[in-house]
């Protein structure tokens, strides 16, 4: 049987071939996302493996998870605890040092430099060299406010030479300073490989953190001394609130991190990878049931030679393993060649980031294996045990052909599925928020395949409806009658081009709700803030001051934010100026008013107390990087897309730990003066803060939708796999069906069909399929993504828009798509011989 198994997928290797590419790019997917993760891992965690210092002292943070460049005020250390630390026996040296992300180097056109997606770090100049993360290349360390250095690659990208003047901007201010020398970049910890400022000591706690103090202390060993004895000795005098950590437990610390943070991209890729796979199933599936039927008569020959019911199911399954493994395996090729590629790109940014080789585990590679090779022969298994069902008698007829099971099962399983979808979907109208968005899309996943598992019940008839606008004409009729032949397979075929486009028409269903409710949000929320100042990350407290003396300026309202937590949900805390949410901000009080404010109480959106089961008068606590605090509920607020958060006043955002910096300023213009010319004459005062931006409403609302459509963008492409496969499976259909009709095709050229007709009709019936997919498709996308936008209401999707341009070209590009699928196939089919195709079995 293997043997005879081996035999037949070389003897039908051209028919197969697509069925192997489906395998090979679902593989490729999951065994390009896996190597090329767990290559970057590694790499990364080399920067924690390399900590010079023996010893870290971190301040605390009480929160679970660091939320980076944030308007949270740093944590800092004092020079007292530095001395001690430097006084207790075993250590060499205390090294207090500054490191603190969100600076920005600009260049010498005045525009902030690109730092490749990383945080720009601006520092302290070490004293110590044994426990220094960075070295000096050439110059001079920094000494006053008026110098400072670079790293290496920074200083050759932007073309700066030792002694230029260099603009950055900290979160603190924008300083002009002498570059004085260039480093390494940092070779360990979170800032290794991103851009570095460095400054000397006292400049840089007055230019980055703005007050005396240290984000870390580092501490080297005498030899020989036990580091875990002086690390015990170190906590003991720095007390609850500080972290002190060895070497090995920081780079146990880092990895985990990194871990957890690859953990989810890897999660979020292997769905991606799944979906292109379980399209793909349907392919798979049409090509063995097909090139069964097409060899029942041999099948059945081997059973009327003594061959078992088992012997036959398994040598189709010794086909299905074969084409997995040989799928598998280019696949595992072809994802490690796309992760080298990627590796390579990434080297060519000159990144400080540690090199890694490609890390291909054992791990990955099982899991390809598995992957291609179960899914093939689950998907070959049906097919398989029909064939074992041939009586060996069969053999002995012309007409042989497999007998199916029937439909009825099939469809109350999907009738029950469906009945099921409607229950999830209901009781998802009964919650709000994300956890019914959950379960919105499980009932969008049973419910797509409650259709797939009833579609061959309605296939004949739409299939009917569509066709019927093109004509009665001779291959117009045949080619629908060919989509109606076989209900099962057509249904299969449009299945996996129906779950591509309904991912991709829900998707867009709900960007463009996101799009329309950002607009209508904005009109509803910026009251009469005519300017909109902003960045991408938080800004110096200086902007606002320089806005607040641009002539025509009347108010400057300023909001801040920090993270927080709220029992184990992270939440944002806003601070705001008195008046900003009676004026600036639009804000509809449900209960309670915004007195409170003045006396340390918070103002929360209704969503946000429905989550967190809060009503006013109530008091809650409230966790940020310094502990945790009290606070009570002084108002509830509707739904506000601008104050999505708690809401305090600028005193107690300062009490909980807030920074000083912004996140946006909302700026009222004098009556009687043009926004536009207050605008271009604030654009023009924050020269040195090039990367903050001053937009009037409308183009803030612009900058807001931006997100939206890039988010969509690489969703789509993600999706483009699974599409391609539904694609190909088109495309193996109709080659399939070429010669499963041979004689039928002889036939029809010999009566008279010439071959832009037998092209024709083959168009014609991949036309059909492509459109009961899509139809299909659209209607569960648009369903489920309108189900979506309806749970989802309270938090940033009010508006329901349904993008009618955009699902009617998704019909056009796939009828269009059909015709392409068609090409191949019908070019073959007019290519044969019409007597020798006459002559078939």
Known sequence: MLKLGLRSVLAHRLRFVLCTVAVLLGVAFVGGALIFTDTLSAALKKNYAGAPADISVTPATALKNDPGVSNARPLTLTSDLANQIANLPGVASSEPLVLVPGAQILGSDGRPTDALGLPTYAASWPRDRRTATFQLIDGKPPWGKEQLTLDQATAKREGYQIGDQVKVVTPVRAVTAVLTGVTTPSLSGASAGAPLITFDSASAQLLVLGRPGWTSITVAVEPGQDVQAVTQAIAKIAGKDVSVRTAAQVAADGENAIDNSFGGFSAILMLFAGIALFVGTFLIVNTFAMLVAQRSRELAMLRAIGASRGQVTSTVLIEALVIGIAGSTLGLLLGAAVAGALQAFYKSLDLAIPTSSLQISVPTVVACYLVGVGVTLCAAYPAARRAGKLPPVAAMRDDVSIPERSLVLRLVLGAFTLLMTGLLVAIAFTLQGLPAAILVGLAAAIGTLGVVMTSPLITRYAV????????????????????????????????????????????????????????????????????????????????????????????????????????????????????????????????????????????????????????????????????????????????????????????????????????????????GTDFRTVGQAVAAQLTDYPAVQVRDQQAYAQSQRQPIDTVLAVIAMLLTLAVLIAVLGIVNTLALGVIERTREIGLLRAIGMDGPQLRRMLQVEAIAIALLGALLGLLIGVLFGAAVQRVMREDGLGVLDLPVLQLTVAVVVAAAVGVLAAVWPSRRAAKLDVLRAIGSQ
């Open 464 to 671: 009917r409806a569509l066709m019927s606008p093109f004509g009665r004409k001779a291959p117009v009729t045949l080619g629908r009658r060919n989509a109606e032949r076989n209900p099962r397979r057509t249904s299969a075929t449009a299945s996996a081009l129906m779950i591509s486009l309904a991912l991709v028409s829900g998707l867009v269903v709900i960007a463009a709700s996101a799009k329309a409710s950002v607009d209508q949000a904005l009109a509803d929320a910026i009251g009469t803030a005519e300017l909109l100042v902003s960045a991408d990350q938080p800004f110096s407290s200086q902007v606002g001051d320089q806005v607040a003396k641009v002539p025509g300026v009347a108010a400057v309202h300023r909001v801040r934010q920090l993270p927080g937590d709220i029992g184990t949900r992270r939440v944002t805390v806003a601070g705001v100026d008195d008046g900003t949410i009676a004026g600036p901000i639009t804000t509809r009080f449900l209960s309670g008013s915004a007195d409170g404010l003045r006396n340390g109480e918070a103002v929360i959106p209704r969503n946000l107390a429905q989550q967190l089961d809060l009503v006013t008068g109530q008091q809650f606590e409230l966790t940020t990087s310094t502990g945790k605090q009290p606070l009570r509920v002084s108002g509830i607020i509707a739904p506000n897309r601008q104050l999505n958060a708690v809401i305090v006043s600028q005193q107690t955002f300062t009490q909980v730990g807030g920074a000083t910096t912004d996140r946006t300023l909302y700026v009222e213009v004098a009556d």
